[in-house]
Protein backbone atom coordinates (compact mmCIF):
# COMPACT_ATOMS: atom_id res chain seq x y z
CA UNK A 1 0.00 0.00 0.00
CA UNK A 2 2.67 2.41 1.14
CA UNK A 3 4.75 1.77 -2.18
CA UNK A 4 1.42 2.14 -4.13
CA UNK A 5 1.25 5.76 -2.78
CA UNK A 6 4.98 6.36 -3.59
CA UNK A 7 4.90 5.12 -7.11
CA UNK A 8 1.97 7.20 -7.77
CA UNK A 9 3.57 10.31 -6.07
CA UNK A 10 6.79 9.80 -7.86
CA UNK A 11 4.56 9.11 -11.11
CA UNK A 12 3.07 12.12 -10.93
CA UNK A 13 6.28 14.09 -9.95
CA UNK A 14 7.86 12.60 -13.18
CA UNK A 15 4.56 14.07 -15.68
CA UNK A 16 5.49 17.14 -14.71
CA UNK A 17 8.93 17.31 -15.69
CA UNK A 18 9.74 14.65 -18.70
CA UNK A 19 8.00 16.53 -21.23
CA UNK A 20 9.09 18.77 -24.31
CA UNK A 21 8.40 22.28 -24.32
CA UNK A 22 5.49 22.69 -27.45
CA UNK A 23 4.87 26.43 -28.64
CA UNK A 24 0.92 27.49 -28.90
CA UNK A 25 1.63 26.91 -32.52
CA UNK A 26 2.51 23.67 -32.92
CA UNK A 27 -0.48 22.20 -30.43
CA UNK A 28 -2.71 21.78 -33.07
CA UNK A 29 -2.70 17.80 -32.92
CA UNK A 30 -3.26 18.08 -29.32
CA UNK A 31 -6.44 20.11 -30.07
CA UNK A 32 -8.17 17.28 -32.00
CA UNK A 33 -11.46 16.42 -30.91
CA UNK A 34 -9.79 12.82 -30.93
CA UNK A 35 -6.83 13.74 -28.50
CA UNK A 36 -9.38 15.00 -25.66
CA UNK A 37 -8.70 12.45 -22.41
CA UNK A 38 -12.89 12.01 -22.52
CA UNK A 39 -13.50 12.87 -26.41
CA UNK A 40 -17.38 11.41 -25.67
CA UNK A 41 -18.40 12.57 -21.75
CA UNK A 42 -22.01 11.16 -21.96
CA UNK A 43 -20.97 7.72 -23.06
CA UNK A 44 -17.88 7.46 -20.61
CA UNK A 45 -20.26 8.59 -17.58
CA UNK A 46 -22.48 5.64 -18.64
CA UNK A 47 -19.53 3.03 -18.98
CA UNK A 48 -18.41 4.17 -15.35
CA UNK A 49 -21.59 4.02 -14.02
CA UNK A 50 -21.61 0.59 -15.49
CA UNK A 51 -18.93 -0.71 -14.20
CA UNK A 52 -19.74 0.67 -11.02
CA UNK A 53 -22.71 -1.42 -11.12
CA UNK A 54 -20.91 -4.38 -11.98
CA UNK A 55 -17.48 -4.49 -10.24
CA UNK A 56 -16.15 -3.35 -6.66
CA UNK A 57 -13.66 -1.16 -7.74
CA UNK A 58 -14.16 3.01 -8.28
CA UNK A 59 -12.31 6.08 -8.79
CA UNK A 60 -9.53 7.58 -10.65
CA UNK A 61 -12.19 8.71 -13.12
CA UNK A 62 -13.96 10.99 -10.95
CA UNK A 63 -17.20 10.32 -9.94
CA UNK A 64 -20.42 8.70 -12.02
CA UNK A 65 -23.37 10.04 -10.42
CA UNK A 66 -25.72 8.79 -7.95
CA UNK A 67 -27.85 5.81 -7.39
CA UNK A 68 -27.65 2.62 -6.16
CA UNK A 69 -26.47 0.13 -8.88
CA UNK A 70 -27.69 -2.82 -6.64
CA UNK A 71 -28.81 -5.40 -9.15
CA UNK B 1 -2.05 32.61 -38.95
CA UNK B 2 -4.40 35.09 -38.08
CA UNK B 3 -4.86 36.77 -34.29
CA UNK B 4 -8.43 35.49 -34.25
CA UNK B 5 -7.41 31.66 -35.52
CA UNK B 6 -4.77 31.72 -32.73
CA UNK B 7 -7.26 32.63 -29.72
CA UNK B 8 -9.75 29.88 -31.33
CA UNK B 9 -6.56 27.43 -31.23
CA UNK B 10 -5.36 28.53 -27.61
CA UNK B 11 -8.73 27.82 -26.57
CA UNK B 12 -9.20 24.53 -28.23
CA UNK B 13 -5.90 23.31 -26.58
CA UNK B 14 -6.56 24.97 -23.26
CA UNK B 15 -9.82 22.28 -23.83
CA UNK B 16 -8.10 19.55 -24.67
CA UNK B 17 -5.26 20.25 -22.13
CA UNK B 18 -7.15 20.91 -18.87
CA UNK B 19 -9.70 18.25 -19.41
CA UNK B 20 -10.29 17.05 -16.48
CA UNK B 21 -12.90 14.80 -14.61
CA UNK B 22 -15.05 16.53 -12.65
CA UNK B 23 -16.18 14.23 -9.73
CA UNK B 24 -19.95 14.35 -10.83
CA UNK B 25 -19.24 14.57 -14.99
CA UNK B 26 -16.96 14.70 -17.08
CA UNK B 27 -19.22 16.49 -20.27
CA UNK B 28 -17.73 19.72 -19.31
CA UNK B 29 -14.69 19.44 -18.41
CA UNK B 30 -12.77 23.16 -18.44
CA UNK B 31 -13.39 24.98 -21.39
CA UNK B 32 -15.36 28.14 -21.75
CA UNK B 33 -18.69 26.75 -23.81
CA UNK B 34 -19.67 29.90 -26.56
CA UNK B 35 -22.58 27.40 -27.87
CA UNK B 36 -25.36 26.06 -26.56
CA UNK B 37 -24.98 22.31 -26.69
CA UNK B 38 -27.46 19.88 -26.43
CA UNK B 39 -26.72 16.43 -25.83
CA UNK B 40 -29.25 13.49 -26.21
CA UNK B 41 -27.90 9.70 -25.36
CA UNK B 42 -30.01 6.43 -25.59
CA UNK B 43 -28.23 3.52 -23.81
CA UNK B 44 -29.20 -0.18 -23.50
CA UNK B 45 -27.60 -2.91 -21.18
CA UNK B 46 -28.40 -6.58 -21.15
CA UNK B 47 -27.14 -9.52 -19.53
CA UNK B 48 -26.97 -12.89 -20.69
CA UNK B 49 -30.31 -15.52 -19.90
CA UNK B 50 -33.21 -13.72 -17.81
CA UNK B 51 -31.09 -11.39 -16.19
CA UNK B 52 -31.14 -7.24 -15.65
CA UNK B 53 -31.91 -4.90 -18.50
CA UNK B 54 -31.96 -1.34 -18.39
CA UNK B 55 -32.94 1.13 -20.80
CA UNK B 56 -31.51 4.79 -20.00
CA UNK B 57 -31.93 8.56 -21.45
CA UNK B 58 -29.81 11.05 -20.93
CA UNK B 59 -30.12 14.39 -22.00
CA UNK B 60 -27.78 17.21 -20.91
CA UNK B 61 -27.92 20.77 -21.37
CA UNK B 62 -25.09 23.05 -21.59
CA UNK B 63 -25.60 26.90 -21.41
CA UNK B 64 -22.98 29.99 -21.64
CA UNK B 65 -23.85 32.74 -19.01
CA UNK B 66 -21.81 35.53 -20.02
CA UNK B 67 -17.88 35.67 -21.47
CA UNK B 68 -16.91 33.35 -18.51
CA UNK B 69 -19.74 31.02 -17.31
CA UNK B 70 -21.19 28.14 -18.30
CA UNK B 71 -24.05 25.72 -16.60
CA UNK B 72 -25.56 22.13 -17.16
CA UNK B 73 -27.81 20.30 -16.07
CA UNK B 74 -28.49 16.90 -16.67
CA UNK B 75 -31.03 14.30 -16.82
CA UNK B 76 -31.27 10.72 -16.37
CA UNK B 77 -33.81 8.05 -16.78
CA UNK B 78 -33.47 4.24 -16.25
CA UNK B 79 -35.76 1.46 -16.58
CA UNK B 80 -34.16 -1.71 -15.13
CA UNK B 81 -35.67 -4.72 -15.37
CA UNK B 82 -35.04 -9.00 -15.41
CA UNK B 83 -33.59 -11.25 -12.32
CA UNK B 84 -30.40 -10.61 -10.53
CA UNK B 85 -28.75 -13.43 -8.02
CA UNK B 86 -29.64 -13.47 -4.43
CA UNK B 87 -27.52 -16.13 -3.05
CA UNK B 88 -25.71 -19.23 -3.41
CA UNK B 89 -26.42 -22.71 -2.49
CA UNK B 90 -24.11 -26.15 -2.07
CA UNK B 91 -25.00 -29.73 -2.50
CA UNK B 92 -23.97 -32.95 -0.96
CA UNK B 93 -20.79 -32.89 -3.47
CA UNK B 94 -20.05 -29.38 -2.69
CA UNK B 95 -21.17 -27.78 -5.87
CA UNK B 96 -22.06 -24.17 -5.86
CA UNK B 97 -24.84 -23.06 -7.60
CA UNK B 98 -26.44 -19.59 -7.66
CA UNK B 99 -30.08 -18.66 -6.93
CA UNK B 100 -31.19 -15.61 -8.93
CA UNK B 101 -34.75 -13.94 -8.07
CA UNK B 102 -36.69 -14.42 -10.84
CA UNK B 103 -37.52 -12.06 -13.23
CA UNK B 104 -39.79 -9.92 -10.86
CA UNK B 105 -37.45 -6.80 -10.44
CA UNK B 106 -38.82 -3.84 -12.32
CA UNK B 107 -37.18 -0.35 -11.13
CA UNK B 108 -37.12 3.45 -12.05
CA UNK B 109 -34.50 6.06 -11.58
CA UNK B 110 -34.15 9.25 -12.03
CA UNK B 111 -31.48 12.11 -11.72
CA UNK B 112 -30.94 15.45 -12.62
CA UNK B 113 -27.44 17.17 -11.63
CA UNK B 114 -26.07 20.75 -12.52
CA UNK B 115 -23.38 22.12 -12.16
CA UNK B 116 -21.63 25.88 -13.07
CA UNK B 117 -18.07 26.39 -14.36
CA UNK B 118 -16.17 29.94 -13.82
CA UNK B 119 -13.13 30.67 -16.21
CA UNK B 120 -10.26 32.98 -15.58
CA UNK B 121 -7.27 32.91 -17.60
CA UNK B 122 -5.39 30.11 -16.05
CA UNK B 123 -7.97 28.60 -13.92
CA UNK B 124 -11.18 26.93 -14.02
CA UNK B 125 -13.54 26.66 -10.64
CA UNK B 126 -16.74 24.12 -10.53
CA UNK B 127 -19.54 23.87 -8.46
CA UNK B 128 -22.22 21.17 -8.82
CA UNK B 129 -24.87 19.14 -7.00
CA UNK B 130 -27.37 16.22 -7.84
CA UNK B 131 -29.93 13.94 -6.56
CA UNK B 132 -31.00 10.56 -8.13
CA UNK B 133 -34.23 8.89 -6.66
CA UNK B 134 -35.73 5.38 -6.85
CA UNK B 135 -38.52 3.53 -4.95
CA UNK B 136 -35.71 2.55 -2.44
CA UNK B 137 -32.81 4.82 -2.85
CA UNK B 138 -32.30 8.12 -2.51
CA UNK B 139 -28.89 9.75 -3.12
CA UNK B 140 -27.63 13.63 -2.87
CA UNK B 141 -24.23 14.96 -3.70
CA UNK B 142 -22.51 18.09 -4.33
CA UNK B 143 -19.12 18.33 -5.67
CA UNK B 144 -16.68 20.94 -6.39
CA UNK B 145 -13.47 21.35 -8.43
CA UNK B 146 -10.61 23.28 -9.33
CA UNK B 147 -8.32 23.21 -11.79
CA UNK B 148 -4.98 25.59 -12.46
CA UNK B 149 -3.05 26.08 -15.14
CA UNK B 150 0.96 26.71 -15.38
CA UNK B 151 4.38 25.92 -16.81
CA UNK B 152 3.13 27.95 -19.78
CA UNK B 153 -0.05 25.74 -20.16
CA UNK B 154 1.88 22.48 -20.37
CA UNK B 155 0.96 21.74 -16.77
CA UNK B 156 -2.38 21.04 -15.27
CA UNK B 157 -3.01 21.07 -11.60
CA UNK B 158 -6.79 19.59 -11.23
CA UNK B 159 -8.23 18.84 -7.22
CA UNK B 160 -11.67 18.14 -6.38
CA UNK B 161 -13.77 17.11 -4.14
CA UNK B 162 -17.39 15.38 -3.63
CA UNK B 163 -20.24 14.44 -0.78
CA UNK B 164 -22.94 12.03 -1.18
CA UNK B 165 -25.85 11.54 1.39
CA UNK B 166 -27.40 8.31 0.39
CA UNK B 167 -30.79 7.10 1.76
CA UNK B 168 -31.51 3.61 1.30
CA UNK B 169 -35.15 2.43 2.24
CA UNK B 170 -35.16 -1.49 1.61
CA UNK B 171 -38.91 -3.01 0.82
CA UNK B 172 -37.65 -6.19 3.21
CA UNK B 173 -37.13 -5.32 7.03
CA UNK B 174 -33.34 -5.63 7.40
CA UNK B 175 -31.80 -5.83 10.36
CA UNK B 176 -28.56 -4.02 10.42
CA UNK B 177 -31.40 -0.73 10.43
CA UNK B 178 -34.59 -1.25 10.10
CA UNK B 179 -36.24 0.20 6.54
CA UNK B 180 -33.88 3.10 6.64
CA UNK B 181 -30.84 3.11 6.26
CA UNK B 182 -28.32 6.13 5.39
CA UNK B 183 -24.87 5.69 3.99
CA UNK B 184 -22.35 8.58 3.58
CA UNK B 185 -19.66 9.26 0.70
CA UNK B 186 -16.70 11.92 0.35
CA UNK B 187 -13.99 11.63 -2.34
CA UNK B 188 -11.39 13.48 -3.03
CA UNK B 189 -8.95 14.06 -6.36
CA UNK B 190 -5.57 15.09 -6.87
CA UNK B 191 -4.27 14.76 -10.49
CA UNK B 192 -2.25 16.32 -12.98
CA UNK B 193 -2.42 16.76 -16.81
CA UNK B 194 0.54 16.96 -18.67
CA UNK B 195 1.68 18.08 -22.08
CA UNK B 196 4.28 15.57 -23.56
CA UNK B 197 5.15 16.56 -26.46
CA UNK B 198 2.98 18.31 -29.60
CA UNK B 199 1.19 14.48 -30.35
CA UNK B 200 1.23 13.05 -26.76
CA UNK B 201 -0.98 13.89 -23.00
CA UNK B 202 -0.43 12.07 -19.96
CA UNK B 203 -2.90 12.57 -17.02
CA UNK B 204 -2.46 11.17 -13.37
CA UNK B 205 -5.03 11.02 -11.13
CA UNK B 206 -5.31 9.97 -7.59
CA UNK B 207 -8.67 9.58 -5.91
CA UNK B 208 -9.23 8.85 -2.28
CA UNK B 209 -12.80 7.80 -1.40
CA UNK B 210 -14.48 7.00 1.84
CA UNK B 211 -17.51 5.34 2.85
CA UNK B 212 -19.47 5.10 5.67
CA UNK B 213 -22.78 3.80 7.24
CA UNK B 214 -24.79 1.01 5.59
CA UNK B 215 -22.61 -0.67 2.82
CA UNK B 216 -24.31 -3.73 2.24
CA UNK B 217 -26.90 -4.85 -0.24
CA UNK B 218 -30.06 -5.59 1.61
CA UNK B 219 -31.42 -7.56 -1.05
CA UNK B 220 -28.40 -10.18 -1.15
CA UNK B 221 -29.02 -12.88 1.14
CA UNK B 222 -26.12 -15.92 2.52
CA UNK B 223 -26.30 -19.26 3.04
CA UNK B 224 -24.54 -20.89 6.08
CA UNK B 225 -23.91 -24.62 6.79
CA UNK B 226 -22.78 -26.23 9.85
CA UNK B 227 -19.87 -28.93 9.64
CA UNK B 228 -22.32 -31.95 8.12
CA UNK B 229 -23.01 -29.29 5.21
CA UNK B 230 -26.36 -29.14 6.30
CA UNK B 231 -27.77 -25.39 5.97
CA UNK B 232 -28.37 -23.80 8.98
CA UNK B 233 -29.07 -20.46 8.36
CA UNK B 234 -29.90 -17.35 5.84
CA UNK B 235 -28.85 -14.73 6.83
CA UNK B 236 -28.82 -10.64 5.69
CA UNK B 237 -25.57 -9.68 3.22
CA UNK B 238 -23.69 -7.87 6.21
CA UNK B 239 -20.59 -5.62 5.19
CA UNK B 240 -18.21 -3.41 7.23
CA UNK B 241 -19.90 -0.16 8.08
CA UNK B 242 -16.50 1.76 6.54
CA UNK B 243 -14.87 1.65 3.55
CA UNK B 244 -11.66 3.22 2.03
CA UNK B 245 -10.92 2.76 -1.08
CA UNK B 246 -7.44 4.50 -2.87
CA UNK B 247 -7.66 4.82 -7.15
CA UNK B 248 -4.32 5.65 -9.32
CA UNK B 249 -5.71 6.49 -13.11
CA UNK B 250 -2.61 6.54 -15.50
CA UNK B 251 -4.20 7.74 -18.76
CA UNK B 252 -1.68 8.42 -22.06
CA UNK B 253 -3.23 9.95 -25.70
CA UNK B 254 -0.90 9.56 -28.34
CA UNK B 255 -1.73 11.25 -31.96
CA UNK B 256 -0.43 9.14 -34.88
CA UNK B 257 0.04 11.12 -37.69
CA UNK B 258 0.72 8.58 -40.24
CA UNK B 259 -2.88 7.27 -39.25
CA UNK B 260 -4.62 9.67 -40.95
CA UNK B 261 -4.34 11.59 -37.60
CA UNK B 262 -5.54 8.51 -35.47
CA UNK B 263 -5.34 8.97 -31.50
CA UNK B 264 -4.57 5.89 -29.19
CA UNK B 265 -6.32 6.18 -26.03
CA UNK B 266 -4.26 3.58 -22.71
CA UNK B 267 -5.40 4.08 -19.27
CA UNK B 268 -4.69 1.72 -16.43
CA UNK B 269 -6.04 2.21 -13.24
CA UNK B 270 -5.10 0.33 -9.70
CA UNK B 271 -7.44 0.16 -6.81
CA UNK B 272 -7.02 -1.12 -3.17
CA UNK B 273 -9.50 -0.87 -0.39
CA UNK B 274 -9.64 -2.07 3.23
CA UNK B 275 -12.11 -4.89 2.22
CA UNK B 276 -9.01 -6.43 0.95
CA UNK B 277 -9.91 -6.08 -2.42
CA UNK B 278 -6.95 -4.82 -5.53
CA UNK B 279 -8.18 -4.14 -8.67
CA UNK B 280 -6.91 -3.63 -12.24
CA UNK B 281 -8.31 -2.02 -15.54
CA UNK B 282 -6.72 -1.25 -18.64
CA UNK B 283 -8.59 0.70 -21.21
CA UNK B 284 -7.42 0.58 -24.85
CA UNK B 285 -9.37 2.30 -27.73
CA UNK B 286 -8.74 3.98 -31.33
CA UNK B 287 -10.12 6.31 -32.57
CA UNK B 288 -9.65 6.45 -36.54
CA UNK B 289 -10.90 9.15 -38.52
CA UNK B 290 -11.94 7.83 -41.99
CA UNK B 291 -12.71 10.98 -43.89
CA UNK B 292 -15.71 12.93 -44.50
CA UNK B 293 -16.75 12.84 -40.80
CA UNK B 294 -16.95 9.58 -39.99
CA UNK B 295 -14.66 8.40 -37.23
CA UNK B 296 -14.58 4.51 -35.88
CA UNK B 297 -13.48 3.69 -32.67
CA UNK B 298 -12.51 -0.17 -31.79
CA UNK B 299 -11.88 -0.73 -28.51
CA UNK B 300 -10.63 -3.26 -25.60
CA UNK B 301 -10.65 -3.40 -22.11
CA UNK B 302 -9.90 -5.91 -19.43
CA UNK B 303 -10.89 -5.79 -15.51
CA UNK B 304 -9.87 -7.85 -12.85
CA UNK B 305 -10.06 -7.70 -9.08
CA UNK B 306 -9.42 -10.25 -5.60
CA UNK B 307 -12.32 -11.00 -3.44
CA UNK B 308 -12.98 -9.37 -0.64
CA UNK B 309 -11.52 -10.49 2.57
CA UNK B 310 -15.50 -11.10 4.34
CA UNK B 311 -16.54 -12.42 0.16
CA UNK B 312 -17.58 -16.55 0.27
CA UNK B 313 -20.22 -17.89 -2.04
CA UNK B 314 -21.57 -20.06 1.15
CA UNK B 315 -20.38 -20.26 4.54
CA UNK B 316 -19.37 -22.62 7.10
CA UNK B 317 -20.39 -21.90 10.75
CA UNK B 318 -22.96 -19.60 12.25
CA UNK B 319 -23.68 -15.56 11.50
CA UNK B 320 -23.06 -14.85 15.40
CA UNK B 321 -19.55 -16.11 15.20
CA UNK B 322 -18.68 -14.43 11.28
CA UNK B 323 -18.61 -10.59 12.25
CA UNK B 324 -18.96 -9.97 8.41
CA UNK B 325 -20.21 -11.71 5.24
CA UNK B 326 -21.48 -11.33 2.05
CA UNK B 327 -22.11 -13.74 -1.12
CA UNK B 328 -22.20 -10.82 -3.46
CA UNK B 329 -20.61 -11.59 -6.73
CA UNK B 330 -19.36 -8.28 -7.38
CA UNK B 331 -17.19 -9.10 -4.09
CA UNK B 332 -16.10 -12.03 -5.76
CA UNK B 333 -12.58 -12.76 -7.70
CA UNK B 334 -13.17 -12.41 -11.21
CA UNK B 335 -12.47 -10.87 -14.40
CA UNK B 336 -14.00 -8.97 -17.27
CA UNK B 337 -12.39 -8.79 -21.04
CA UNK B 338 -14.32 -6.37 -23.35
CA UNK B 339 -14.47 -5.59 -26.48
CA UNK B 340 -16.51 -3.10 -28.35
CA UNK B 341 -16.98 -0.59 -31.59
CA UNK B 342 -17.98 2.78 -32.07
CA UNK B 343 -19.17 4.79 -35.19
CA UNK B 344 -19.41 8.39 -35.57
CA UNK B 345 -20.27 10.78 -37.92
CA UNK B 346 -20.05 14.76 -37.41
CA UNK B 347 -21.57 17.05 -39.66
CA UNK B 348 -20.81 20.33 -39.39
CA UNK B 349 -23.02 23.32 -40.84
CA UNK B 350 -23.96 27.35 -40.68
CA UNK B 351 -25.75 28.91 -38.08
CA UNK B 352 -28.13 28.44 -36.14
CA UNK B 353 -26.88 24.60 -35.58
CA UNK B 354 -23.38 24.63 -36.30
CA UNK B 355 -22.31 20.98 -35.27
CA UNK B 356 -24.23 17.55 -35.14
CA UNK B 357 -22.42 14.73 -34.19
CA UNK B 358 -23.89 10.85 -34.43
CA UNK B 359 -22.40 8.04 -32.04
CA UNK B 360 -23.67 4.64 -32.50
CA UNK B 361 -21.70 2.12 -30.49
CA UNK B 362 -21.72 -1.80 -28.77
CA UNK B 363 -19.63 -3.28 -26.14
CA UNK B 364 -19.32 -7.30 -25.22
CA UNK B 365 -18.76 -7.67 -22.14
CA UNK B 366 -17.12 -11.46 -20.74
CA UNK B 367 -17.72 -11.73 -16.71
CA UNK B 368 -15.63 -15.28 -15.72
CA UNK B 369 -13.99 -16.25 -12.42
CA UNK B 370 -10.67 -17.83 -14.21
CA UNK B 371 -10.31 -14.34 -15.78
CA UNK B 372 -8.87 -12.89 -12.83
CA UNK B 373 -5.43 -12.13 -12.72
CA UNK B 374 -3.33 -15.23 -11.25
CA UNK B 375 -5.85 -17.45 -11.96
CA UNK B 376 -9.10 -18.17 -9.60
CA UNK B 377 -10.60 -22.16 -9.03
CA UNK B 378 -13.95 -21.34 -7.77
CA UNK B 379 -15.78 -22.50 -10.61
CA UNK B 380 -18.07 -20.99 -13.15
CA UNK B 381 -21.65 -20.39 -11.30
CA UNK B 382 -21.14 -16.46 -11.09
CA UNK B 383 -20.00 -16.41 -14.87
CA UNK B 384 -21.98 -13.85 -17.24
CA UNK B 385 -22.15 -12.13 -20.60
CA UNK B 386 -23.67 -8.54 -20.70
CA UNK B 387 -23.41 -6.04 -23.44
CA UNK B 388 -24.26 -1.93 -23.39
CA UNK B 389 -25.42 -0.71 -26.88
CA UNK B 390 -25.42 3.52 -26.87
CA UNK B 391 -26.74 5.93 -29.18
CA UNK B 392 -26.23 9.21 -29.11
CA UNK B 393 -26.66 12.84 -30.81
CA UNK B 394 -24.64 16.03 -29.92
CA UNK B 395 -25.57 19.23 -31.28
CA UNK B 396 -23.94 22.96 -30.68
CA UNK B 397 -26.15 25.69 -32.03
Given at each position: MQTFKVSLFIGLIISTVACSEVPARQRGNLA????????DAQESALRQHTFLSKEAASGGYGGTGGGCGCN | MSKRKNTKLINRLTCAALALPGLMHEASAARVEETYDVDVQYGHYEESGQRIKVNTFESAFTIPIGNAMTSMFNFVHDAVSGASPIYNSRDAQGKVTQVMSGASIKEERNMIDANIAYFLDQSTLKAGGGYSTEHDYKSKYLNASWSQDFNKKHTTLNLSGSVAFDDIEPTNFNSDCGNKCTKTTEQVLAGVTQVLNKDALLQTNLTFSNSSGYLSDPYKRVIFYDANNVLTTIASDKRPRDRRQWAGLVRYVQHVEDANRAALHADYRFTTDNWGINSHTVDLSWHQPLGEGWEIVPRIRYYTQGKADFYEPTFTGTPTNTPNYSSDYRLAGFGVVSGGLKLTKTLSSSKPLQYLKLNAGIEYFDHKSRYELGGN??????DFKYYLFTASVNLKF
Open positions: LPQMALTP | DSGSFA
